[in-house]
Structures are given as C-alpha cells and as structure tokens.
C-alpha cells in the first residue's frame, strides 16, 4: 500500500513552563521526499523531532506518522523509523558489528535475519575494515556513519535526522551527504534538522523554516530563495568603505545590511554596482548568487541565539 | 522484515533484548567484574568471620562465620544490585544514552526499566552463587537445601535494582548516589541480621527491621545456609516482593516523567 504522506501534523503545539516551544506547526510530508527542518537554536526542531518520535506529547493537534497515531502508536509506528540522533549513542563496550547485532535485537530481529543486512550496511557505511573495532577507535565522521548503517538495520520507512553532520570536518560531512543522496534516489522519506544551510540547499526537497515554534516559510530551496530575496548579493569591504559610503549617501538604490565591516547589498541587477566598484580602489567586493543562508537570515534576523 | 510483526508476539519478553544486552557487555568484563562483586563480601567473611569471630565463639548455636557467611550472600545479594540500578544504570541513562537509542527502536521506557531490574536480580544471583560456592568450599554450607538461596538472591536483586532505579530516576549526578548508601543501604545493612543477631537489640531496633527487605531475605537464607527449617516462607516472600511490585511501577513512571517530558 502505497502512503501518500507518511507525516502529518496540525497545529501542534507545546508548552514548556509558559513558554510555547512549538505553536501550531502544521507539517505535510510526502514519501520519498527530503524535507528540512531550519531554525535558529530554541525554535523547536528538537522537540518536533521528539513528537514525531512520540517522545514527548503535544500539548494540543493532531500527529501521524505512516498513519499511525502519535504518540498512541508511537511504538509500532518507530518499528518502521530509522533515528540519527544529535548525540551519537553507540555503544561504547561494543565493536561495530556488535553494536549493529545489539541493536537489530532491540527491533526484535535475531542474528540469522540481519546478518546479510549488516554485511550489506557495513558496506554501505564504507566501515568493512573496522567491523571488529572498538566504537573509541572511530573517528567522528565513521561514528556517525555507524550509527547512521544502525538506523537503518530495520529497513525504515522513514530517516530521521538530527544535525546529522554537526561537529564533521568537510570530507566526512561530504560522505553523509552521499550516502544520503544514495538512499534518497532509492525512495526513502529522509527528515532532518540542520544548522547548515549547504547541507539543506544540497539536500532537501521541501525546506520549513521554524522560528519561536511557527513556521515561517516554506517551499523548495529555490522557491525559498525567489520568494524571499533578491537573486545577486554583493559584499563589499576595504579600507575606503566608510568614504565609498559618505560620498554615495544613504541612496544605494537596493537592500542592503551593514554587518560591522562589511556592507551586503541584495539586488535585482548587480551590472552597475559592479561596474561602479570596479572602479573604485581600496574596495574589496565578492559576487555570488543569493542562497539559502541569505534567506534564513533575512527572516530569522542576525541577532545570537543562545 | 520490519521487524513489526516479531516485536509484536513477544510482548510479554519485550525486556529480553535490554538484559541481554547487559548480559553481553558483562561477559566482556566478567574477571573484573566478578571480582569487584564477590571479593569484597569475601574478605568480609574472612576478614570477620575468621577474625573477630575466634573472639566471638558461637551465635545463635553456630560457629560465628557460619553465621556470617549467610548474612554476606544476602549482602551482596543487595549491594550488587544497588550499584547495578544506580551507577551502571545512570550512566546507560544520563551519560550514554544507551536508553534513548532503545527507546528510538520501538522499545518503551517500561521494557528497559523492567529489563534493568531483572538484570540487576542476575547480577545479585550470580554473586550469591560464586559466594555460595566458596562458603561450602570452606564447609561453611550444611547441604544441598542451600540452593534455594539462589531464586532468594535473584528476587532480592531484582527488589534493589528497582529501589535503585527509583532514586537514579531523580539523580542528578553520581554523587547523589551517596546519600542513598548513607541512608538506606547501610543502616539496611547493620539492622538487618547480617553481622550479628538482632534479639538483644532493643525492641525499637527490632520493629525497625521488621519493615526491612533486607531482613527477610536473611531470615529465609540463613536456615537455607545452615540446614534449619525455615519457617514463614511466604511471609518473608511476600514482604520482597512488596518493595518490588511497589519500587518497580514508580521507577518506571518517575524515569518515563524524567526522559519523556
């Protein structure tokens, strides 16, 4: 049977001592996509995470997962979930194979139905060499890549993912990403939050944008960028900037935000800019196309979350 | 394969998985560990059977070591799964998070922390038998009744693991654990009949220990131990397995409160 969308909420909401971490989110997520969850820290990824997971019960709305009842059905429902947690908690008294075995059992599911499973996942995770090291030996990038093979082990419906390439250096966070490029095109529902918005722009199909529990925007990365900002950002920096500044005045005649030393001006066409700072000498400028980050920030502001 | 249907008609195991995991990781450290459980309560039985016992002759018609060696096995009984649902539990819970991955594979906090405590009673049986074995290597045990003792150690570790994952539920950190040893575990220890007979104690002493766990189990494995009748079996039963069925559903709702907020 074939499931439309295998998660749906409608204005979920909870609250912690007053204060509503998540406010009325609805979510609609169709099978087989690659759906983000942005936002700052403190706007409540985790703790819709940890609803969709049944671990924490909404205060008010309506929650399913492949049709199940959260958090009613919760566990029959994570039978068929695949989980990557923020923190990685392998095992640490165990080798990798064990590790992968012990958790297979926690699914119910005994040696002899996993063991080609586990062959197949230790490859999958480039971690055939390591099958018998112990978890301390690992480095980041291959302890994350365990215990991504280990939500795996029950062939999920759905992979859920929490910051799932926090704290990697570049070429680990690039084989994640391959390696869940590779499940994507292989049809599997992948739901992860993230900080980073390459990972979200490279990655994800659909993206939501939480801020203080709201959603604030939606739609695909591109649509994102087209709803929200202008397609050219310039940066522009240099000893003469506070001169450049003075003598054009206040009328830039675009967007622009000042950032300490460094002016950014959103535009439509970026050609007389261009050619304006060109001209100009002590004026570093960098052109590049809008991005996701561009948006994030415009809609999420630029003050610290902490 | 979705591993559904298998979780489905076991309900009744569902904490299988926890305490074989447990099981496994035992097995890998089994020398050390066997040796922090049951050397300990021997060097008690030495240390004070042999020693303070030469002054101290006969208790209640036996040789003073006979006395404590049944008193240790219940000790231990009690202090190996005290340290299994306080340290080693807290740090699957709050320091690993080997729970949450559990709880991530369609387990609920119920199976673990059921899971938890069956394994602390397997640590308790597995430290009366290897105590068990010594004492009736020394002659210290009368006959083969004394294997009762075994199913004893069992439900009292199981009966302390859940006293133990009670408080762990509200732990903030390993040193709280102390408090618990200070107040509960060792006053247990000293009014329950395990280093010397509470008769000529005062009657307040007395009625205190009536209401101990600890106690009971001394009163049904010391016959056991040295070949006497024993007598009120499912009175003593019945007090454990009190603290048990009372211990084990409030650690289970005050850890789901703690992880399931």
Redesign the interface.
């Known amino acids: 049977m074939q499931i439309n969308n295998v998660i749906e909420a409608k204005q979920l909401t909870k609250t ?1 001592d007053e204060k509503c971490v998540v406010n009325k989110l609805d979510l609609t997520i169709p099978a087989g996509q690659c759906f983000g969850l942005l936002g700052p820290n403190g706007a409540g990824k985790t703790t819709t995470l940890r609803m969709l ?1 049944g ?3 909404p205060d008010s709305g309506e929650l399913q997962v492949l049709q199940y009842s959260i958090p009613l059905q919760a ?2 429902m ?4 695949g ?1 990557v ?1 923020q ?1 990685d ?6 080798t990798v194979t ?1 590790n992968l075995y ?2 297979a ?5 005994c040696r002899s ?1 996993v063991k080609d ?1 586990i062959e197949y996942l230790l490859e999958f995770a480039n971690l055939q060499s390591k099958r018998h090291a112990r978890i301390d030996t690992l480095s980041g990038g291959m302890q994350r890549r365990l215990t991504l093979a280990r939500a795996l082990i ?2 999920p419906k759905i992979l859920i993912l929490d910051e799932p390439t926090t704290g990697l250096d570049p070429q680990a966070r690039q084989i994640i990403w391959q390696r869940l490029r590779h499940l994507q095109n292989d049809g599997m529902t992948i739901v992860l939050t993230t900080h980073y918005m390459e990972e979200a722009q490279r990655l994800c199909d659909q993206i939501a944008i939480v801020d203080q529990g709201r959603m604030i925007a939606s739609g695909s990365p591109k649509e994102l960028i087209d709803n929200n900002v202008e397609p050219h950002v310039v940066e522009v920096h240099g000893t003469e900037l506070e001169h450049w500044l003075t003598e054009r005045g206040e009328h830039l005649g675009a967007r622009c935000e000042r950032l300490m030393e460094t002016v950014i001006f959103y535009l439509q066409d970026e050609q007389p800019l261009l050619q304006e700072l060109m001209a100009k000498k002590g004026l570093e400028y960098l052109h590049r196309p809008a991005n996701l980050e561009d948006v994030f920030l415009k809609i999420t502001g630029r003050e610290l979350r902490e | ?4 249907e ?5 309900i009744w195991l569902r904490w299988l ?1 926890i305490w ?2 447990n099981a ?2 035992w097995r ?2 089994a020398g050390p560990a066997l040796l922090g459980n049951i050397g300990e309560p021997l060097l008690y039985l030495f240390g004070l059977g042999y020693g303070l016992g030469f002054f101290v002759g006969q208790v209640n018609g036996m040789d003073y070591v006979v006395f404590l060696a049944s008193g240790t096995v219940c000790a231990s009984a009690m202090n190996t799964a005290s340290f299994e649902g306080l340290y080693s539990a807290y740090t699957r819970m709050a320091v ?3 729970w ?9 906090l119920g199976d673990i922390v059921v899971g938890e405590a069956i394994w602390g009673g397997t640590k308790s049986l597995i430290s009366a038998a290897a105590i068990l074995l010594v004492a009736a290597g020394l002659g210290l045990v009368a006959d083969w009744q004394a294997l009762w003792v075994l199913p004893i150690a069992f439900l009292l570790g199981t009966c302390f693991a859940s006293l133990a994952l009670v408080v762990t539920s509200v732990s903030k950190s390993y040193d709280f654990f102390l408090y618990y040893f200070t107040l509960v575990i060792t006053p247990m220890l000293l009014l329950s009949g395990v280093f010397f007979p509470l008769e000529q104690m005062p009657e307040l002493i007395q009625q205190i220990s009536a209401y101990l766990p600890l106690s009971h189990a001394v009163a049904l494995v010391r016959p056991l131990m040295t070949g006497q009748a024993v007598s009120d079996i499912l009175f003593h039963l019945g007090v454990i397995i009190l603290y048990l069925v009372i211990a084990l559903p409030i650690a289970i709702r005050m850890i789901k409160k703690r ?3």
């Open positions: 912690y997971l671990m924490t019960t566990r029959q994570r039978a068929q979930l989980v947690p923190m908690n392998l095992d640490p008294d165990f064990e012990t958790y059992s926690y699914f119910g599911l139905q499973r029950n062939q | 394969m979705s591993g559904l298998d979780c489905q008609t076991q998985p074989r995991r496994r990781v890998k450290l690993q998070d080997t949450l991955g559990m709880f991530t594979a369609p387990l609920d992880l399931l907020s």
